[in-house]
Nanobody, 119 residues
Framework: QVHLVQSGGGLALPGGSLRLSCAAS????????MGWFRQAPGKEREFVGV????????TYADSVKGRFIISRDNAKNTVYLQMNSLKPEDTAVYYC????????????WGQGTQVTVSS
């Protein structure tokens, strides 16, 4: 089973940028779709986006489309979430997750990273 460790995040000003990283180990990384989710205080976890195995296809939630970019480096077993034009409503704990390409089940989750957007 794949094991995921996140890094990055922190505090950003509105309009600023942050990048999150998610490093995988334990199972062939390239066999998984990689998703990003977030959970704001008092709210349910919500889908942010997903990148397919080769990295040539992504899907984003409407709330982040045009501002966030997901990429992956299969040679480094790492997926990234570049967050631009950040808004206070982007404040949340962000999670990466590994999705089985055949079942659609998210098999593993990162530990979560706090992102706070505030002036």
């Amino acid at each position: 089973q794949v094991h995921l460790v996140q890094s990055g995040g922190g505090l950003a000003l509105p309009g600023g940028s942050l990048r999150l990283s998610c490093a995988a180990s334990g199972h062939p990384f390239s066999s998984y779709y990689m998703g990003w989710f977030r959970q704001a205080p008092g709210k349910e976890r919500e889908f942010v986006g997903v990148i397919r195995r080769s990295g040539d296809s992504t899907t984003y939630a409407d709330s982040v489309k045009g501002r966030f970019i997901i990429s992956r480096d299969n040679a480094k077993n790492t997926v990234y979430l570049q967050m631009n034009s950040l808004k206070p409503e982007d404040t949340a704990v962000y999670y990466c997750a590994a999705q089985d390409a055949y079942s659609g089940v998210y098999d593993a989750w990162g530990q979560g990273t706090q992102v706070t957007v505030s002036s």
